[in-house]
C-alpha cells in the first residue's frame, strides 16, 4: 500500500505532462478543421478558435472540384505507391548484401548509405534541378521519384538491415542446400520474416513524402504529375486567397494520412523499437 501512494504523486505528474503533450499536438488539426467550416471574413476575428455563424460544407466542395482534388489525389497516390515499392525492393537487396554476402567494404558502404538520414532531402534542390534539366527529366514523374526514393533508402536500409542480422543464417543455408538460388531465398524466406520491418518502412516513406511541396513545385510545371499539396494554389490569387478553402484543401489532403497513421500507428511504434534494438 505505501509504494501505491508514494508511486501515485509520480503517476499523476507522469499523466498531466502526456496530457499537454497530447493536446498541443493534437490542437493544430482541430484548429485546421475549425476554420476550413468557417468564411474568410470570420477569419480575421481575435482568438485562436473561430465559431462559424454558418458551417460552410461549401468550402469542401470547391476544394474538391475546383481545387483538382481527384488529379492530384491519382498523382500523390502513384508516386508514393512507386516509391515505396521502389524502396522496399531496393532496401531488403542491400540488406542482403551488406549483411549476408561477404566483401570487405559491406560495413563502409552500409554506413555511407546510412548518413544519408543526415542530409536534408531539400539541399539537393538546386543540384538535382541542373542534373533534371540537362537529362530533360523536368516535369516528369521521374523527377519526383528519384529524390523521394533516394532519401528514403537509408532509414529503409536501417529498419531490414537491423531486422535481417536477427534472422539465423542456418535457415538460409537449409534452403541453399535444398535448391533454392539466392532470389528464392530472399523472396520465400527472408521477406516474410521482415514482414513487420517492411510494414514499418512502407508507412514511414509514404507519410515522409505525401505532403512534400518544395521539390515537387521548383521540378514541376504542368498539372500532368502534380501532387495534392498544390491544391492550395488553386486558390491563391495575386491580390487575395481563398483561405476558408485552402483550410478545407488541406483538411482534405491530411485526412488520409491522419486515418493511416491511426490505423497503422502500432506497426510504426514496434517497427522502429524493434529496428533500433536490433540494429
Known amino acids: 500500500m505505501e509504494e501505491k501512494k508514494k508511486n501515485t504523486p509520480g503517476k499523476v505528474i507522469m499523466w498531466t505532462i502526456l496530457i499537454i503533450f497530447a493536446v498541443i499536438q493534437i490542437f493544430p488539426l482541430v484548429w485546421l478543421l475549425d476554420f476550413s467550416f468557417a468564411s474568410n471574413n470570420e477569419m480575421f476575428t481575435k482568438g485562436l478558435l473561430i465559431i462559424p455563424e454558418k458551417i460552410r460544407w461549401d468550402n469542401y466542395v470547391k476544394a474538391f472540384i475546383d481545387g483538382h482534388f481527384l488529379l492530384y489525389l491519382k498523382n500523390s497516390v502513384l508516386i508514393n505507391v512507386l516509391a515505396v515499392l521502389l524502396v522496399l525492393i531496393i532496401s531488403v537487396m542491400m540488406a542482403f548484401a551488406c549483411t549476408r554476402m561477404h566483401w570487405k567494404l559491406s560495413s563502409t558502404v552500409r554506413n555511407i548509405i546510412l548518413l544519408g538520414m543526415m542530409i536534408p ?134 485526412a488520409p494520412m491522419v486515418i493511416l497513421y491511426l490505423i497503422l500507428n502500432r506497426y510504426i511504434t514496434e517497427g522502429v523499437a524493434m529496428g533500433a534494438v536490433k540494429g
Not at 148 to 174: D, H, N, R
Not at 196 to 212: K, Q
Not at 240 to 250: C, D, G, K, L, T
Open 121 to 254: 532531402i531539400h539541399a539537393t534542390l538546386l543540384p538535382n534541378y541542373i542534373i533534371y534539366d540537362k537529362l530533360k527529366l523536368t516535369d516528369t514523374i521521374w523527377a519526383l521519384l528519384i529524390p523521394y526514393v533516394a532519401f528514403s533508402l537509408p532509414q529503409g536500409l536501417f529498419l531490414t538491415s537491423g531486422f535481417m542480422e536477427s534472422i539465423p543464417k542456418e535457415i538460409e543455408e537449409a534452403a541453399v542446400i535444398d535448391g533454392c538460388g539466392i532470389y528464392r531465398v530472399i523472396a520465400i524466406i527472408i521477406v516474410p520474416m521482415l514482414r513487420t520491418s517492411l510494414v514499418t518502412v512502407s508507412i514511414m516513406t509514404f507519410l515522409n513524402n505525401w505532403n512534400e511541396f518544395m521539390m515537387a513545385s521548383t521540378y514541376l510545371s504542368s498539372p500532368t504529375w502534380r501532387t495534392l499539396p498544390f491544391s492550395v494554389l488553386e486558390f491563391t490569387g495575386i491580390y487575395a486567397s481563398n483561405y476558408s478553402v485552402q483550410f478545407a484543401v488541406m483538411a482534405l489532403t491530411a
